[in-house]
């Protein structure tokens, strides 16, 4: 328990980690000033929705995989450049050593997404009074939701975004470890979510787009259902390759 604190505090005051939130504040600051330059206007939870991708498109969505990715991801590969790795499997098992990395990129990756967008939910009620707005007709995976109780929808887009970024966090160490390079953790992931668009939409299935699994309103067909089990698939898949890489094949990394 020690080393897994120590190892989460030493990733969170990184300057990737910071980084990762920058980023994501930044995409968050775009998203307003394009949606205010002509689209909204400031009202109920306005500033909240104009930084999420609640009509379609979002600065967030081009650079998402980035984001969750850059913090820990690779970090096994750095490890085992390092010799580090070596090193800390003779004081615990594999199995404790996974489990150490796993909960710390899945920690790290969640809080760059769910704390900024917490922030701007506060400063949001704080700047404006809470009302139901009207901002267009809003098709998506949680239109329900949006049309009886934004607040709450506000919340579980924001805890939405936190399990996004830990599920390709996940599929950034696998990538990572797939390929034996650093590097991989992000361009995988971030490859997946460019070609996978542009091969589903040439397709004609839009609905199975990477991206529909963070922007829950980028298409009108889409269900929870569906991008849960896409998200569900994804971090399946990633965990066979995490366990089959370092479980099966560990003596490349050490």
Known sequence: ME??????????QSPRFYMSLFLTLLCMSLGNFLA?????????????????????????SLVAALICTLPYSSQIIEDAESHF????????????YLAIVGSTVIISSFLVFFLPYLLLLGINLL?????????????????????SNQFLYGLVTTLWYGVWGAVFSIFG???????????????????YMMVGG????ILGLSYLEPVTTLALGYQKDISLSLVSAHLAFILFVSCLVV???????SEDYV
């Open 127 to 147: 700047v404006t009074p809470y009302q139901e707005i009207y901002i267009g007709d809003y098709s998506g995976a949680l239109k329900e939701l949006f049309d």
């Open 198 to 201: 542009i091969l589903w939409a």
């Open 85 to 96: 790795l070596t090193a800390q499997l003779c004081r615990i098992s594999k199995k404790k």
């Open 3 to 12: 080393f897994f604190i120590c190892n989460l505090v030493r990733v969170v």
């Open 243 to 249: 366990y089959g890489t370092f479980f099966l094949h």
């Open 36 to 60: 205010f330059n002509g689209i909204y206007k400031i009202e109920g939870l306005s500033i909240f929705f104009a930084a999420s991708s609640i009509r379609g498109f979002s600065p967030i």
């Open 173 to 191: 160490l696998a990538s990572a470890l797939l390929v034996k390079k650093k590097l991989g953790a992000i361009f995988i992931p971030v490859a």
